[in-house]
């Protein structure tokens, strides 16, 4: 049984959380405030975190980069706050997924099972390591060096630079990049993409790797062996 803790300061909304997790056969815990959770992750090792963003006495956004430091696990953002450069910044500390209230317990479901699918077919990989260039990526540790020095990655970048190295030379539409490192039909905005290949771009640069990613003007983007 998958374990998943929900941290929201609204009552409604963590019972409702609970109520549909509970239903599709979760186990959860559920925190009022952000007190405690990171002590409470190293005791139980649920298995995924559903994070608010503003909740009195912590926020969020604070509490998901102190986990990513130490912890590995996927978080799920749930938040009133809609703004472009809150979404941006919660996937940029290191986040799975954001959605923004009110939203619809079901395709938080969905999403939940999404990530935990990607996850354990990850954990089915053999071991394995790609070379392009002077990047080696050793994917059943889900780690990528240069030279022995790490880039260090957020999820969804390492998600993303691990397909394109996977799938070098060819093309990628936006769209196409969005369903593959989502791994459904994204509703936000496409140019989370855009964001994600900055970043990389200069994590390559800082580490001093020849691997490029190219943009293909008028379609995407694409990965030269």
């Known amino acids: 049984?998958?374990?998943?803790?929900?941290?929201?300061?609204?009552?409604?909304?963590?019972?409702?959380?609970?109520?549909?997790?509970?239903?599709?056969?979760?186990?959860?815990?559920?925190?009022?405030?952000?007190?405690?959770?990171?002590?409470?992750?190293?005791?139980?090792?649920?298995?995924?975190?559903?994070?608010?963003?503003?909740?009195?006495?912590?926020?969020?956004?604070?509490?998901?980069?102190?986990?990513?430091?130490?912890?590995?696990?996927?978080?799920?953002?749930?938040?009133?706050?809609?703004?472009?450069?809150?979404?941006?910044?919660?996937?940029?500390?290191?986040?799975?997924?954001?959605?923004?209230?009110?939203?619809?317990?079901?395709?938080?479901?969905?999403?939940?099972?999404?990530?935990?699918?990607?996850?354990?077919?990850?954990?089915?990989v053999k071991a394995e390591a790609l070379i392009v260039k002077d990047i080696k990526v050793e994917c059943n540790r889900r780690y990528i060096e240069k030279d022995g020095t790490e880039l260090k990655l957020t999820t969804k970048e390492y998600d993303l630079l691990e397909f394109m190295i996977r799938n070098k030379c060819m093309p990628f539409t936006r769209e196409q990049l969005l369903e593959k490192v989502w791994g459904y039909d994204y509703l936000g905005d496409i140019r989370v993409i855009d964001d994600l290949v900055k970043r990389l771009r200069k994590k390559l640069a800082e580490v001093e790797s020849v691997l490029e990613i190219t943009t293909v003007w008028g379609y995407g983007y694409r990965i030269d062996d």
């Open 1 to 124: 049984m998958k374990h998943i803790f929900v941290v929201d300061d609204e009552r409604n909304i963590r019972d409702l959380i609970r109520k549909y997790l509970e239903k599709e056969g979760f186990l959860v815990t559920v925190f009022e405030n952000a007190q405690n959770v990171v002590s409470e992750i190293n005791r139980l090792k649920p298995d995924l975190l559903v994070l608010d963003i503003m909740m009195p006495g912590g926020d969020g956004l604070e509490l998901c980069k102190e986990i990513r430091k130490r912890i590995e696990i996927p978080i799920v953002f749930v938040s009133a706050r809609d703004e472009e450069l809150d979404r941006i910044l919660g996937l940029e500390l290191g986040a799975d997924d954001y959605l923004s209230k009110p939203f619809s317990p079901r395709e938080l479901v969905v999403r939940i099972k999404n990530i935990m699918r990607r996850l354990e077919k990850s954990s089915q």
